[in-house]
């Protein structure tokens, strides 16, 4: 079984090198033809570029180098085994904490929401392109440029899953702090009471794994919630250290593509493979990853913070 395990973990590795290879090759490819691609689709020559044209050039040419940065420092961690002690770390989590968190529908949305803003208008896109330019340099072109946009989305498709589940962990362990903290009020009110429920108020296992609103709160329910916030918190900023250039990278480049793609259509001079339902498209898919990345953080830091500073005191 051991030698089985390290067969597929060298296998993947092999595979992740080759995909990494794959995509440095096909990022310079859109760099090095991005001029040449733009003055086909523009029907310009290649030596008299317009204003629009430069500035349309310089989505895929972003896109491809924004790809490759992210693509190198994923493969650096993950060359580093830093995504493996993530994950062995949420295992531990879960093995010494089980809260049961589930999360499945939200990732189950965003998985759906990215796919059908992404994939139906790049096929279209690709298809008219096939039909009207009839370049197959360009197709690839396009076809590399539209697995490069993919492959950034599925680096925050995995950013939104773990960041969701540390959200929802965070929301369980305020819930508990809640629940503590109104214990307390009430231990201070009827202390006789809640002493006598305390002694004879066990969990079946003869542990006390939480407080309720019926026992005396202890030291050690504090402690507990102190080293679970503590170890959700260092998750957090695990998390901030994958994924912090890659999503600054990512939102930058979002930005770029709007305003791209607002300014082609403001100053449209072609009819080349394209069509006025794309920028509305493309702009809700912009939308759509900004404001999805933004508010995933924007709660999970808001759950840190609501209960945080008197946990760790």
């Not at 993947?12 to 290879?21: E, S």
């Not at 990732?107 to 208008?121: D, E, K, M, N």
């Not at 002493?195 to 709160?217: F, H, I």
């Amino acid at each position: 079984m051991f030698k089985f395990k390290a067969f597929v973990g060298r296998g993947r590795q092999v595979i992740d090198v080759l995909c990494t290879f794959m995509v440095i090759v096909a990022c310079l490819f859109n760099i090095a033809l991005s001029p040449y691609c733009m003055c086909v689709m523009e029907s310009c020559h290649e030596h008299d570029l317009t204003v629009l044209v430069r500035v349309k050039t310089v989505m895929p040419q972003t896109v491809a180098v924004v790809c490759l940065v992210i693509q190198a420092k994923t493969m650096f961690h993950s060359a580093n085994g830093e995504f493996r002690e993530y994950e062995d770390r949420a295992r531990e989590y879960d093995a010494c904490f089980p809260d049961r968190v589930g999360g499945a529908y939200f990732v189950a949305f965003i998985l759906s929401a990215y796919v059908v803003t992404i994939l139906p208008i790049n096929a279209y896109r690709l298809y008219l392109i096939h039909r009207d330019v009839r370049d197959h340099t360009v197709t690839a072109f396009f076809v590399l440029m539209y697995l490069q946009n993919m492959c950034t989305c599925s680096m925050e498709i995995h950013y939104l899953a773990r960041c969701s589940r540390l959200y929802r962990r965070f929301c369980r362990i305020n819930e508990d702090m809640s629940t503590l903290k109104l214990a307390t009020v009430a231990a201070n009110r009827y202390p006789s009471v809640l002493l006598q429920q305390s002694v004879n108020g066990r969990d079946d296992d003869g542990r006390r794994r939480g407080t309720t609103s019926g026992t005396s709160p202890t030291a050690g329910d504090v402690e507990l919630l102190r080293m679970r916030h503590q170890c959700v918190r260092d998750a957090v900023g695990d998390l901030n250290d994958l994924y912090g250039v890659q999503l600054l990278l990512s939102l930058c480049i979002l930005c770029l593509m709007t305003v791209i793609d607002t300014y082609g259509e403001m100053f449209h001079k072609y009819s080349l493979a394209i069509s006025q339902a794309f920028l509305y498209v493309w702009l809700t898919h912009y939308s759509f990853r900004l404001f999805a990345i933004v508010l995933t953080t924007h709660f999970t830091m808001k759950q840190v913070f609501l209960y945080g500073f008197s946990v760790c005191e």
